[in-house]
């Protein structure tokens, strides 16, 4: 699981949204718990930022050097998908 989460140098900021009480958000907020000690362990840091919204769709992003992002949704997805999203995700460079 470390290597998973080893962010890349580019990597400044890991954003999370995601509504508090939706179903479509289940799975986000599992993955979360989860998963945010060994991120958080691993790069210590990196922010890792949780927003939670009524009734918005989960999506993460990823802020980079010089103000570039990179966002993917994770409406739909089950907790292994996230992973994988996320893992894409902090090793991709823009």
Same mark, same amino acid.
């Given at each position: 699981?470390?290597? #998973? *989460?080893?962010?890349?140098? %580019? =990597? @400044?900021? =890991?954003?999370? +949204?995601?509504?508090?009480? &939706? /179903?479509? &958000? ?7 718990? @989860?998963? *945010?000690?060994?991120? #958080? $362990? ?6 890792? =930022?949780?927003? /939670?919204? &009524? %009734?918005? /769709?989960? $999506?993460? *992003?990823?802020?980079? !050097?010089? %103000? @570039?992002? @990179?966002?993917?949704?994770? $409406?739909? +997805?089950?907790? #292994?998908?996230? /992973?994988?999203?996320? &893992? !894409? +995700?902090? #090793?991709?460079?823009?």
């Amino acid at each position: 699981m470390a290597t #998973k *989460y080893a962010f890349s140098q %580019g =990597l @400044k900021e =890991l954003r999370f +949204l995601f509504c508090q009480t &939706s /179903e479509q &958000s289940a799975a986000t907020r599992n993955f979360l718990t @989860k998963s *945010y000690p060994t991120m #958080k $362990k691993h790069n210590p840091h990196t922010p890792i =930022l949780i927003r /939670e919204a &009524s %009734g918005i /769709e989960p $999506k993460v *992003y990823a802020r980079f !050097d010089f %103000g @570039k992002e @990179k966002s993917v949704p994770l $409406k739909g +997805l089950d907790d #292994k998908a996230i /992973e994988q999203s996320v &893992s !894409d +995700l902090v #090793k991709s460079t823009i």
